[in-house]
């Protein structure tokens, strides 16, 4: 079954892949039109098998979900994971958490829920944010004014205008989703980027520690945990017996993250989550 699925995921890039390489040959004259043809139309012929297949496994995922109890939306989920490569599941997910970070911008909203306590981290990026979005915006002014070349200049203006977008969402998504305390969980995040559900049964101990120059936002070292923000983290916990963490292989002894506050936040876990005495 694997290497079923292995074939099946080369064949899937191979139908996008070659026509674009087709029409390239064609351009540059390596191919004649007649040849470019009659390829474009074998590769429908397989973009088509290609899309027969993947529709009855996007069907096959939603139905199992949908009669497992979940909601329509994890039905789309599940049929999506069970057809589309992970690269193109993460490049969708991050796509469209900037497009709900500017809606939610214009509505006022936040992820925040009834009874969640909010733990910002984001205020380092406020400066950065309005700086990156004010010179985006000249540069796009000025390369558009500069350039002489009319194509040139829509090229230019697109990507200008898409990287604003990216850089205004991303940035927006921070503010919107901060770290959360519920009851029985820390919940972890940075931006629409990274969700980290962190149990908070069996922690025994939490303390202010300033860590800077971590190579990723998230990372694993050794049974620690670690979610930085620029790199950095400012608060630990410790847990007693390890705890499971969504996404990890292995139980989890202690875990790092930045806040924005964290005297004020070790005040609060130690207040709600330690058990008397530790």
Do not use: C, N
Not at 28 to 50: F, H, K, M, N, W
Not at 54 to 78: K, N, P, Q, T
Request: charged letters at 20%; proline letters at 5%.
């Amino acid at each position: 079954m694997p290497d079923a699925r292995t074939a099946f995921s080369v064949v899937r890039w191979l139908a996008v892949v070659i026509p674009l390489v087709d029409v390239a040959l064609v351009l540059t004259g390596v191919l004649s039109l007649r040849t470019g043809i009659v390829v474009a139309l074998v590769l429908e012929a397989l973009l088509a098998v290609v899309l027969v297949v993947e529709a009855a496994a996007f069907r096959r995922a939603y139905r199992s979900a949908r009669r497992s109890g979940g909601s329509r939306r994890a039905g789309l989920v599940a049929g999506a994971e069970a057809v589309w490569p992970p690269v193109v599941l993460r490049l969708a997910r991050a796509e469209a958490g900037v497009l709900r970070a500017l809606w939610w911008a214009v509505r006022r909203r936040a992820d925040v829920g009834p009874g969640d306590v909010p733990l910002p981290y984001a205020g380092r990026f406020r400066l950065v944010l309005v700086a990156l979005t004010v010179l985006g915006a000249l540069e796009t002014v000025v390369v558009h004014v500069l350039l002489p070349w009319e194509t040139a200049r829509g090229v230019l203006l697109a990507v200008s205008l898409y990287a604003l977008v990216w850089v205004l969402g991303s940035g927006l998504s921070m503010f919107q989703r901060p770290h959360l305390l519920r009851d029985d969980e820390l919940v972890l995040r940075f931006g629409h980027l990274r969700t980290v559900a962190v149990p908070l049964a069996g922690l025994v101990a939490v303390r202010r520690s300033v860590e800077a120059e971590h190579k990723k936002v998230l990372s694993r070292d050794g049974d620690r945990l670690v979610l930085s923000v620029m790199g950095d983290t400012d608060v630990e916990l410790r847990f007693d017996p390890p705890v499971h963490v969504d996404g990890q292989d292995e139980p989890v002894a202690r875990v790092a993250f930045w806040v924005d506050d964290p005297q004020a936040v070790v005040r609060l876990l130690r207040d709600r989550a330690v058990p008397a005495g530790r």
